[in-house]
């Protein structure tokens, strides 16, 4: 047996107008047929039947209980279990680690309790805590970032690489004050 790990990427469509939707997807057909396609919106089984026509990989992810939609195996249902665990005050919270492929962008402050693992990227414009460790990539561009542990991966902090050997396990608070780095145990 032969096995290699591979990333997941995918493009997203939140589709409104089915004619605009299979024209994009044939202008860009080529570039698509490296991606999986998630599929919600107004997603009907003329769009469903275009995207099998194309031999595309594509999941309709309407409903709480995923489809999956790949050539023969249509209909065939599969249970998702999202990586973010609920939304509140405008913060994401995830209690489970971020595996190699997933990728969180987002201008919502970020609170994880959990690893961000080698390959795992997260992106946000507002404030950000972790802590556990990280082990992928990770940039913050808020006021501040409490950060525990940097392991194998990168933080960059409002444009700053922040240096790993500062987060050993104690949990820092990062700001900028009068444009210099200040990095603070709490």
């Not at 994401?92 to 990227?121: Q, Y």
Request: net charge neutral; no cysteine.
């Amino acid at each position: 047996m032969n096995v290699k790990q591979k990333n997941l990427r995918v493009f997203e469509f939140d589709i409104d107008v089915k004619e605009d939707f299979i024209d994009y997807v044939n202008r860009n057909l080529i570039l698509l047929k490296k991606f999986m396609l998630f599929v919600k919106g107004n997603v009907t089984g003329e769009i469903l039947d275009f995207l099998e026509s194309k031999s595309l990989l594509f999941i309709d992810i309407r409903e709480k209980d995923l489809t999956t939609l790949m050539g023969s195996s249509k209909g065939i249902k599969t249970k998702v279990e999202p990586e973010i665990k609920y939304v509140k005050n405008q913060k994401l919270i995830f209690t489970k680690p971020l595996r190699s492929g997933e990728e969180v962008i987002t201008a919502e402050d970020v609170v994880s309790f959990a690893r961000i693992n080698s390959g795992a990227k997260v992106k946000t414009e507002g404030n950000g805590e972790f802590f556990d460790k990280i082990d992928g990539f990770l940039e913050v561009n808020g006021e501040y970032l409490i950060l525990k542990e940097i392991n194998k991966g990168e933080v960059v902090f409002n444009g700053e690489v922040l240096d790993k050997k500062v987060f050993n396990g104690i949990i820092k608070r990062v700001t900028f004050v009068n444009r210099a780095l200040e990095i603070k145990e709490l």
